[in-house]
C-alpha cells in the first residue's frame, strides 16, 4: 500500500512541476513582451493557457484520488492539502499571464511612459519571484521560500509608486489618462503574481515545516 502511495505521489509531483514549469514559461514571455514591446510574443499564450487548466483539472483529479483511496496523515496530508493550494496559485499565475500579454498590446503605443514608470522592474521582480517559489517547491527549500515572502514587500511598495505616478501623469496631461489607466490595471495584475508565488512558498513552508505563515505579514503590518 505505501509502495502504491509513493508512486501516485511521485506521479502528482511530476505533473505539478510540468504545470508550473508552462506557467513560468507563460509569465517570462508576457514580461519579455512588456520590456521588449513585442507584441507577437503575445500570441498563442490562450491556447498555452488551456494546457495549463488541463493540468489544473487533472491535478484535482489526482489529489482527490489519492486523499479518497489513501487517508494520508501527519506530513503526507499536508503535502497533499499543500499540493491542492498550491495547483490552484499556479492556475491563476496562468491566468495573469494572459491577462498581462492582453494589456501589453493596450500599452504598446507608450514605451517612454513604461519605462518611466517602473512597471517593467515591477514585472521582472515578479517574475523572478514566481521563478524561485517554483525552485522552492521542487527543491523544498525553505530559504528560498523564505526569501520569496521577503521579496512581496519590494514588489507592493513599486506598486504604491506606479499607481502615485499614473495619478499624477492622468492630473498633468489628459491625453495619458487612457494609457495610464491601463497601466494600473496591469500594476495590479503584476502585484497579483507576486502575491501567488508568496502563497505558493507559504504553503511549502506549511508542507515541510507545519507552520501556518499566510497572514503573518499582515499582522505585522497592523502592528506597526
Do not use: W
Not at 46 to 68: F, G, H, P, R
Amino acid at each position: 500500500m505505501q509502495e502504491h502511495f509513493n508512486r501516485e505521489v511521485e506521479s502528482l509531483k511530476t505533473n505539478l512541476i510540468k504545470m508550473a514549469s508552462l506557467v513560468d514559461e507563460q509569465v517570462i514571455r508576457a514580461i519579455t513582451a512588456l520590456e521588449s514591446n513585442n507584441i507577437e510574443l503575445c500570441r498563442g499564450m490562450k491556447a498555452k493557457d488551456n494546457e495549463i487548466d488541463a493540468y489544473d483539472n487533472l491535478i484535482q483529479t489526482q489529489c482527490e484520488n489519492i486523499l479518497a483511496i489513501f487517508q494520508p496523515v501527519a506530513s503526507d496530508l499536508r503535502f497533499m492539502l499543500s499540493a491542492l493550494m498550491i495547483n490552484s496559485q499556479l492556475e491563476r499565475c496562468g491566468d495573469i499571464a494572459v491577462n498581462i500579454g492582453q494589456r501589453v498590446k493596450k500599452t504598446g503605443d507608450y514605451k517612454d511612459l513604461i519605462v518611466e514608470s517602473q512597471v517593467i522592474d515591477m514585472g521582472h521582480r515578479a517574475k523572478d519571484m514566481l521563478k524561485n517559489a517554483i525552485d522552492s517547491f521542487i527543491h523544498n527549500n525553505i530559504d528560498m521560500a523564505n526569501n520569496v515572502l521577503v521579496s512581496d514587500g519590494e514588489v507592493d511598495k513599486l506598486n504604491k509608486q506606479i499607481f502615485k505616478f499614473c495619478v499624477a501623469k492622468m492630473q498633468t496631461n489628459p491625453e495619458l489618462i487612457e494609457p495610464c489607466a491601463h497601466l494600473i490595471v496591469l500594476t495590479r495584475h503584476i502585484e497579483r503574481l507576486a502575491d501567488h508565488a508568496t502563497n505558493i512558498c507559504e504553503n511549502l513552508i506549511f508542507y515541510l515545516e507545519a507552520k501556518i505563515v499566510a497572514h503573518h505579514k499582515r499582522d505585522k503590518n497592523k502592528e506597526g
